[in-house]
Nanobody, 119 residues
Framework: QVQLVESGGGLVQPGGSLRLSCVAS????????MRWYRQAPGKERELVAG???????NYADSVKGRFTISRDDAKNTVYLQMNSLTPDDTAVYYC?????????????WGQGTQVTVSS
């Protein structure tokens, strides 16, 4: 059984920063591609950022230049550094990943962490 647990969300003022973490635990061989999604109230879930196993990053246009995804495979952890936050970034942020276990490669989701940007 694999679990992805996000942390680091909270309330921040416009222009502020937050760093989200996602820790994978369980019978894990390795992490493959990892991603951050978000879902705002009344909107569909959208891909925010992704990072391949080799470290290649990709971002949604709306967060380019403000958000940075990174990974520490020794800790089975993925991060999302979010800077210059605006109210439009308010959403539940979900970690998603392709993870190798004893059962092969499967996709997993975390439970989400709330990010609220408001003055």
């Amino acid at each position: 059984q694999v679990q992805l647990v996000e942390s680091g969300g909270g309330l921040v003022q416009p222009g502020g920063s937050l760093r989200l973490s996602c820790v994978a635990s369980g019978r894990i061989f390795s992490l493959n591609a990892m991603r951050w999604y978000r879902q705002a109230p009344g909107k569909e879930r959208e891909l925010v950022a992704g990072i391949s196993r080799s470290g290649i990053e990709n971002y949604a246009d709306s967060v380019k230049g403000r958000f940075t995804i990174s990974r520490d495979d020794a800790k089975n952890t993925v991060y999302l550094q979010m800077n210059s936050l605006t109210p439009d970034d308010t959403a539940v942020y979900y970690c998603n990943g392709d993870i190798y276990t004893t059962r092969g490669l499967s996709n997993y989701w975390g439970q989400g962490t709330q990010v609220t940007v408001s003055s």
